[in-house]
């Protein structure tokens, strides 16, 4: 019922930086509540990047503070991930997450999506 659509991902050198995107789609979208990016990197579980409430609220990861900033860009419906002093160890699939309300059944029903993924590669 919805979908993510990530896009920003690439390869940049140790030191640049990346701006990561997602937008939130669906036909029965009541609301979009938090979205938050995670990110998995080879070998290792995913965890969790930043997330921001439906509130505009962030929390960030010990990992991610001072050096990544997530944001909403249009609305509520799309979420930007800036991405500064990248480093080799910051390479992985970066995930798209939201929670969403929406319409099914005639009842407002709570949904988690996630997006498919965007590869981010930082060369040292």
């Known amino acids: 019922q919805v979908q993510l659509v990530e896009s920003g991902g690439g390869l940049v050198q140790a030191g640049g930086s990346l701006r990561l995107h997602c937008a939130a789609s669906?036909?029965?979208?009541?609301?979009?509540?938090?979205m938050a990016w995670y990110r998995q990197a080879p070998g290792k579980q995913r965890v969790l990047v930043a997330l921001i409430t439906n509130r505009d609220v962030t929390h960030y990861a010990d990992f991610a503070k001072g050096q990544f900033t997530i944001s909403r860009e249009d609305g509520k419906t799309t979420i930007g991930l800036e991405m500064n002093s990248l480093k080799p160890e910051d390479t992985a699939i970066y995930y798209c997450?939201?929670?969403?309300?929406?319409?099914?059944?005639?009842?407002?029903?709570?949904?988690?999506?996630w997006g498919q993924g965007t590869q981010v590669t930082v060369s040292s």
């Open positions: 997450y939201a929670a969403v309300s929406a319409w099914s059944g005639g009842d407002v029903r709570e949904f988690e999506s």
């Open positions: 669906g036909r029965n979208i009541y609301a979009v509540n938090d």
